[in-house]
């Protein structure tokens, strides 16, 4: 018998294969795996490779497709033979597999379904050097250390690697164990090189030492965070047991309890507020500390806690202090002070706390947010203030519900814990600037809380309860009603500030506007003195707005400069002088005897401004240290005071040329010119109304930015003076119908509208017609219906002001006007003469007048 010789496997393989595509990871040589096959094309490879050979090539595949080609195949890829095959339910197979030896596509057989190929087998290279052997040491070694601290290494993995005995294999089996990126994995099946594929091998095995030091240290640190809050938890347990024992409160959570319940008690809560309260006290104390609802439900009882729910007794007041702190704060505001003074009164009467609702309507700057304090401080309560401006979310007032996260409170019911008060002041400013959003109409949301029907059971939609608001004074401020909802203007009681005159400012600049600036650049009280014209200059012609805030701002300006000029002087003065002599009372003044100068130590006139004039006739500053002063020390002496005196002439030099010149006076100086009277946000103001006739058709244009009312009113207008020329002073109609007219409003820039024009056209339209001027300087304000008749109009009182701006001195107004004559100070009207018409047959007769 023959001796016959035993043929490895890996050396009868074939030389076509079909190949099997894996989505996942390559699969190396020398590994028995199991691996499940779905894709039926697939399916019928893994059925015939069984019923011959059982051999099959697989080949990772270059990117995802379920029904991929050769194309879509990496080049080299490992033989396997088939060792067995389990069928699925669901059609697919699951096939455990040896793989045997890399191979490469030469040439395709058949491109898809199925995959079939011409392949060529590879052999490895170098893997019996000494430096093979080393590398192979140096593998098992890593690996042990990394299976020791990783828990996803079996033991079957550590036998495996150790009885293996080919050093390519064991860097075959190392690389399909480790946590390798799949590409990655395909370029070590492609190396033939041993010692290059156990390099690469070993530089993937020290990454993955490293993330396992990382890991170990995550893990570490996690283990100590758990063991420090479990050690916390028990230390906790044991000092809530001890106190428990010594009848002590038992923890944080305990204590809150005990105070919310006792805060609660004391308010004597019945009906709706107490169950609610007592069924969110009972959910607190159940909660566990731990659990997101704890703070919510924790916030919502601090919040009802420190609210004032108890009644608040009427307190002790007194009318004439009260009237005394609204007259020192404030100049005028006559219909405001009554007005208080009034509320008080009917508060000592009734011996209660109950509120009132006031809204102040007047330009910016006349005082509305300023008074607001000066009333709290009248009737002795706190003061809170916020503004409505551009507020677009009904939220803002009635505030979140609890279901949204950061949920907190509206205005009215956070002011209310700000002042521990159930009857403070409150001012709501420029609640005539509230807009309108997807999230809400805030006017709406203030019905109920200006409304003096429901306020007393308002319901915050975060507290969800009713808090009786009826107690607090409500004061708002807007610049205008024109965008205000009528029924939020309904619930209040409306005040009219109108704008202050000359005098008004001058008056308000001496007892308030002057003593601030002063103190707030700088300067001492009574160092500045102003004559009576220089006020009288900055009112009319750098602050002619209605409000005093120009006014004031012009007053820091000229403080400021003064504070410069003092202080470059002093610093010059101390340059100049050698050593620290001087006396501290020494008087010092500029011009002495013949007008020399008598020292060194004495002011230069040159170096004194235009503006510094002393209080006599001669042009000298008086520099006296002002007697027992304290401040700044400058050396050993003290900084004298200087006082100055400022006339027109230095107005002018600090704030430069008048922005509004006095001499231009809004006069009707041609036929076609006339001069009405306007109400803005601002105030009052004059407005000139300009008409022209062109030769052309018959016609009427309007220009001026006029809104839909004034252009409405200059078609009556042009109807009613077109009927009144033709019929009683016998203009031809030829003449209207070869000429066209066109109606101006000067300063076109700005939006012009309202009903109070018509006349004031009509007048203009008739002047025109007519070839007439109009008499003397008159101006008018009323509108005008298509019969003639002169209808009412609003803000006389701005009006008036606005015309004796303008030096005017006669006002034709609307009959029925007369009733808000008695609302106008006669400090306003006086040298005024108001002609009241009730027809525009009155209105020509007095601006023009039959000759």
């Known amino acids: 018998m023959s001796d016959q010789s035993v043929i490895p496997i890996d050396q009868l393989l074939p030389n076509k294969l079909p190949l099997v595509a894996l989505m996942g990871r390559p699969i190396f040589p020398g590994i028995f795996t199991p691996i499940m096959i779905g894709n039926p094309n697939d399916v019928k490879i893994i059925d015939d490779a069984v019923s011959g050979d059982g051999l099959i090539g697989l080949v990772m595949q270059i990117s995802e497709n379920e029904n991929p080609a050769i194309d879509d195949l990496y080049k080299v890829g490992t033989a396997a033979k088939i060792v067995k095959k389990i069928n699925l339910p669901d059609g697919g197979v699951n096939i455990f597999i040896s793989t045997l030896k890399r191979f490469k596509v030469k040439k395709t057989l058949s491109a898809s ?37 990783n828990p996803l290494f079996s033991e079957e993995m550590r036998l495996n690697m150790i009885n293996i005995d080919h050093p390519g294999k064991i860097a075959d089996f190392i690389a399909s164990i480790l946590n390798i990126d799949k590409a990655e994995q395909q370029k070590i099946l492609e190396i033939l090189n041993v010692r290059k594929r156990m390099e690469q091998v070993l530089v993937f095995i020290k990454k993955e030492q490293e993330l396992l030091r990382i890991q170990k240290r995550i893990q570490k640190e996690i283990n100590e965070k758990i063991e420090k809050s479990q050690r916390d938890y028990f230390l906790k347990e044991e000092l809530k047991a001890i106190k428990t024992e010594l ?13 919310f319940k006792e805060k609660l008690d004391a308010f004597a809560f019945s009906g709706e507020i107490k169950e609610a309260v007592d069924q969110e006290l009972e959910k607190f104390n159940l909660m566990d500390p731990n659990s997101s609802e704890f703070i919510v439900t924790r916030n919502y009882l601090d919040w009802i806690v ?26 005028g505001l006559k219909d405001v002070k009554a007005r208080i003074v009034e509320y008080l ?52 007032i009635k505030g979140h519900r609890r279901t949204y996260i950061g949920a907190m409170p509206g205005k009215i019911i956070q002011g209310l814990k700000i002042v521990k008060t159930r009857d403070p002041v409150f001012m709501i400013d420029e609640i005539d600037k509230m807009g309108q959003s997807y999230q809400g109409d805030p006017s709406s949301a203030l019905l109920e809380v200006l409304d003096p029907e429901q306020n007393n059971s308002f319901r915050d939609h975060y507290l969800d309860l009713p808090f009786d608001v009826s107690h607090v004074f409500f004061i708002v401020t807007a610049n205008t009603l024109d965008t205000i909802p009528p029924p939020l203007i309904d619930r209040m009681e409306l005040i009219q500030l109108p704008g202050y005159i000359d005098t008004e400012k001058l008056e308000i600049a001496r007892r308030y506007l002057i003593p601030k600036s002063l103190l707030k650049n700088g300067l001492k009280r009574n160092q500045v003195k102003y004559s009576r014209d220089s006020l009288i200059h900055i009112a009319n012609g750098y602050a002619r ?185 016998g203009v031809a109609g030829e003449w209207f119908e070869k000429n066209h007219i066109h109606l101006h409003i000067p300063e076109g820039a700005t939006p012009k509208d309202g009903p109070s024009a018509g006349i004031t056209m009509a007048v203009a339209l008739l002047s025109l017609m007519r070839n007439r001027i109009i008499t003397g300087n008159m101006v008018m304000t009323g509108e005008l219906s298509l019969t003639g008749q002169v209808l009412p109009i609003g803000g006389l009182k ?37 002609h009241p018409v009730e027809r525009f047959e009155e209105v020509l007769a007095l601006a023009l007048p039959d000759s």
């Open 113 to 149: 379904n199925p995959i079939l190929a011409a392949v060529e087998y590879l052999e490895e290279e170098g893997d019996d050097t000494n430096e093979v052997k080393a590398l192979t040491r140096a593998l098992i070694s890593e690996m042990k250390q990394i299976s020791e601290n």
């Open 247 to 259: 009848g002590m409160v038992s923890d944080a959570k305990s204590s809150e309890y005990q105070r």
């Open 306 to 331: 420190s609210l004032p729910w108890k009644e608040t007794v009427p307190g002790l007041f007194d009318l004439a202090s009260a009237q005394k702190i609204l007259e020192d704060d404030h100049y």
């Open 345 to 396: 009164a009917v508060r000592k009467l009734r011996n209660d706390t109950r509120g009132s609702i006031i809204c102040l309507v007047g330009p910016p700057g006349v005082g509305k947010t300023s008074v607001g304090k000066s009333i709290a401080r009248a009737l002795s309560k706190e003061f809170f203030r916020f503004s409505v401006g551009g507020m677009r979310d009904e939220a803002e």
């Open 545 to 729: 707005e209605a409000g005093v805030r120009n006014f004031e701002k012009n007053l820091d300006k000229i403080h400021r400069k003064l504070a410069k000029f003092i202080v470059e002087k002093d610093e010059t003065s101390d340059t100049a002088r050698p050593g620290t002599g001087g006396s501290k009372n020494a008087q010092v003044k500029t011009g002495g005897e013949n007008g020399k100068t008598p020292s060194s130590a004495a002011v230069s006139q040159a170096a004194i401004p235009q503006a510094v004039v002393s209080q006599t006739a001669a042009p000298q500053v008086a520099v006296i240290p002002a007697a027992g002063a304290s401040g700044p020390s400058l050396g050993a002496r003290a900084a004298p005071v200087e006082k100055f005196t400022l006339d027109k002439r230095q107005i002018e030099k600090y704030l430069g040329k008048p922005v509004f010149s006095e001499d231009v006076i809004k006069k009707a100086e041609k036929p076609g010119m006339s001069v009405g009277l306007a109400w803005t946000s601002m105030g009052g103001d004059t407005l000139v109304i300009e008409a022209i006739s062109l030769p052309g058709k018959e016609g009427l244009t309007l220009t001026g930015k006029m809104g839909d009312t004034m252009k409405e009113s200059a078609t009556i207008a042009m109807t009613v003076a077109h009927k009144m020329a033709a019929e009683k002073y």
């Open 798 to 834: 701005e009006k008036t002001v606005a015309a004796r701006r303008n030096k005017a001195r006669h006002i034709i107004i609307p009959k029925q006007n007369l009733r808000d004559l008695d609302e106008i100070p006669d400090h306003v009207k006086k040298g005024l003469e108001f």
